[in-house]
């Protein structure tokens, strides 16, 4: 799975009220080059966009988002979520997802969340809030005693910095709102999600493969 986030470098995450959409907001990110979603759980109908855009987009890596509760995780996987992603990093949310035999990306900002993950055997964390916990200085610290690990900021993460956050090696990928805002969905723009995508691909690969 580090591999595959990692492949992609930019998680698009997605707040999607109406369900509807699902299939046309796959395409819109596949179109820009990135096969990737991390449909939050802040949106009723989460479970049920997960459903939709694995049966639509196959080949999509799709996950779940600010998971808080075993309940939520439970839903997450039954609707083919690859991976489950939550802000914090609550055990019982944790033990249940890789008792399910799923892939779990803890929210952790500190020495000790990183242990307690690490605990879990899980090495490929989300550094969240990113920019308000202190951004790429917090990174590189954090990277130093912690070189097993790898970390997909999200927060206060757009085009203005995703190359900054990209070019630390200890960055698997970056997560990111601004692909498909509230604005975008709305007014359903598809066009203007995958052209922002197609730029966040073009900075993937300009910042990977220098």
Do not use: W
């Not at 580090?2 to 992609?8: E, I, K, P, Q, S």
């Not at 020495?111 to 990113?130: Q, R």
């Not at 805002?181 to 999600?193: C, E, G, Q, V």
Request: hydrophobic residues 50%.
């Amino acid at each position: 799975m580090r591999d595959r986030l990692a492949g992609v470098g930019v998680v698009p995450v997605v707040k999607l009220e109406d369900t509807a959409l699902s299939e046309q907001l796959a395409d819109a990110f596949c179109g820009g080059g990135i096969p990737c979603a991390e449909v939050t759980f802040r949106a009723a109908g989460a479970g049920e966009v997960i459903r939709r855009m694995r049966a639509h987009r196959p080949d999509m890596l799709v996950g779940a988002g600010t998971v808080l509760t075993v309940a939520q995780a439970k839903e997450a996987l039954d609707a083919g979520a690859e991976f489950v992603v939550a802000p914090g990093s609550n055990p019982r949310v944790i033990d249940y997802v890789l008792t399910r035999g799923g892939v779990m990306l803890p929210g952790v900002m500190t020495p000790t969340e990183i242990e307690a993950a690490l605990a879990f055997g899980l090495h490929t964390l989300k550094f969240f809030p990113a920019e308000a916990a202190g951004g790429r200085a917090m990174l590189k610290a954090l990277s130093a005693p912690y070189a097993g690990v790898k970390f997909v900021p999200t927060g206060g993460i757009g085009p203005d910095n995703l190359a900054d956050y990209l070019a630390l090696p200890c960055v698997a990928a970056c997560g990111g709102s601004y692909m498909s805002s509230s604005k975008l969905l709305a007014a359903h723009d598809f066009a203007a999600i995958t052209a922002i995508c197609a730029a966040a691909a073009e900075t993937v690969r300009r910042v990977r493969c220098a």
